[in-house]
């Protein structure tokens, strides 16, 4: 696992969550802007590809928006200890 991803262990279940909705990036953008969090694109690619670390008010919206509690965006502890 590469250094970026140690940091950021949400990236996975964005995308998943995402094209689960069919939703393309643009299409979460807008709706994480409607509900108050004002992101890019570009941000939102670097936060699905690990290249940008997930700050705490981020993944609060991507859990509202994406409509999944918080806990559901991180990998489950038996995948961290290991």
């Keep these: 696992m ?3 991803h140690d940091r950021n262990l949400v990236d ?3 995308v998943k969550l995402r ?3 069919a939703w393309t990036q643009e299409c979460l953008c807008q709706k994480l802007n409607d509900a108050g969090l004002h992101i890019t694109r570009e941000v939102l ?5 690990g290249r940008r670390p997930a700050c705490d008010r ?3 919206f ?3 928006v994406l409509e999944v ?4 965006l991180f990998p489950p ?4 200890a290991s």
């Design 58 to 60: 981020q993944i609060r």
């Design 2 to 4: 590469s250094e970026h």
């Design 12 to 14: 996975p279940a964005i």
């Design 69 to 72: 509690p918080m806990e559901r």
């Design 77 to 80: 502890l038996r995948r961290l």
């Design 45 to 49: 690619a670097n936060l699905e590809t």
């Design 19 to 21: 094209q689960d909705k």
């Design 62 to 64: 991507l859990a509202l």
